[in-house]
């Protein structure tokens, strides 16, 4: 489990919406990374000049993406008022394209699409626990991307197999428990167990020694046609 502080990746709906973000972080020790420079001016949807002076920092001459140069562990989108996602916003789908845990913080409703797929959302009070969870080696990230790693690693099995993956924090350690309802030969047991510690890199620097459990079950079977109800 982390116990160092976490970069964190601020971006936001309207310029000044992520200033008590940013604070509150690096008051407890977290190293804030943004997605747009501070004191940017306004953007607007309708004005091209004034949007593009509103651009992320990957636009800025001479400027990269920090998802691009530092290992990011968490994205955090700070909102002062409810509203659809604007295009300052762009950092949010930035994170979910590229498997960076998100949090939201600040209202959202229905009619952001987008930001409801976070991992969290929290109000500026909840932010700093916010993060730690969803950088968790045990949180909803971590878990999604064993997921896929685990189906990764068992490619060209036939057809898919299902799987349930369980991460569970004990004493600071994490411990994975994966189930495959099939019966998987030894070297992809011993693939499995490889595609999970990596797949947990990003969430925890203990990564190589995480226990890893790999249990098989037997495929849910059809029911005969004759008991199929009519």
Same mark, same amino acid.
């Given at each position: 489990?982390?116990? #160092?502080?976490?970069?964190? @990746?601020?971006?936001?709906?309207?310029?000044?919406?992520?200033?008590?973000?940013?604070?509150?972080?690096?008051?407890? /020790?977290?190293?804030? #990374?943004? $997605?747009?420079?501070?004191?940017?001016?306004?953007?607007?949807?309708?004005?091209?000049?004034?949007?593009?002076? /509103?651009?992320?920092?990957?636009?800025?001459?001479?400027?990269? $993406?920090?998802? *691009?140069?530092?290992?990011? &562990?968490?994205? %955090?989108?700070?909102?002062?008022?409810?509203?659809?996602?604007?295009?300052?916003?762009?950092?949010?789908? $930035?994170? *979910?394209?590229?498997?960076?845990?998100? %949090?939201? $913080?600040?209202?959202?409703?229905?009619?952001?699409?987008?930001?409801?797929?976070?991992?969290?959302?929290? &109000?500026?009070?909840?932010?700093?626990?916010?993060?730690?969870?969803?950088?968790?080696?045990?949180?909803?990230?971590?878990?999604?991307?064993?997921?896929?790693?685990?189906?990764?690693?068992?490619?060209?099995? /036939? &057809?898919?197999?299902?799987? *349930?993956?369980?991460?569970?924090?004990?004493?600071?350690?994490?411990?994975?428990?994966? *189930?495959?309802?099939?019966?998987?030969?030894?070297?992809?047991?011993?693939?499995?167990?490889?595609?999970?510690?990596?797949?947990?890199?990003?969430?925890?620097?203990?990564?190589?020694?995480?226990?890893?459990?790999?249990? #098989?079950?037997?495929?849910?079977?059809?029911?005969? @046609?004759?008991?199929?109800?009519?």
């Amino acid at each position: 489990m982390r116990h #160092h502080e976490l970069n964190v @990746l601020l971006t936001e709906a309207h310029p000044g919406d992520s200033e008590t973000a940013a604070a509150l972080l690096a008051g407890a /020790g977290h190293r804030v #990374h943004r $997605c747009h420079p501070v004191a940017q001016p306004a953007t607007g949807a309708e004005d091209t000049a004034e949007q593009t002076s /509103g651009a992320c920092v990957a636009w800025h001459t001479g400027g990269k $993406c920090p998802l *691009t140069t530092t290992a990011i &562990d968490v994205v %955090v989108d700070a909102r002062r008022v409810s509203g659809p996602e604007t295009p300052r916003e762009q950092g949010a789908m $930035c994170a *979910t394209l590229t498997s960076v845990p998100l %949090v939201v $913080c600040g209202p959202a409703d229905t009619r952001n699409t987008v930001l409801l797929k976070a991992d969290s959302l929290c &109000d500026a009070a909840h932010l700093l626990a916010a993060c730690r969870s969803a950088a968790s080696p045990a949180g909803r990230a971590a878990h999604r991307a064993v997921t896929q790693a685990v189906r990764t690693a068992l490619t060209g099995l /036939g &057809d898919p197999p299902a799987i *349930t993956v369980e991460l569970v924090l004990r004493q600071d350690t994490v411990i994975a428990d994966i *189930t495959i309802a099939a019966t998987p030969s030894a070297t992809t047991y011993t693939r499995v167990r490889g595609a999970v510690r990596t797949a947990l890199a990003r969430f925890t620097p203990s990564w190589p020694y995480i226990p890893v459990t790999v249990h #098989h079950s037997a495929p849910a079977q059809q029911a005969p @046609l004759s008991a199929v109800p009519r």
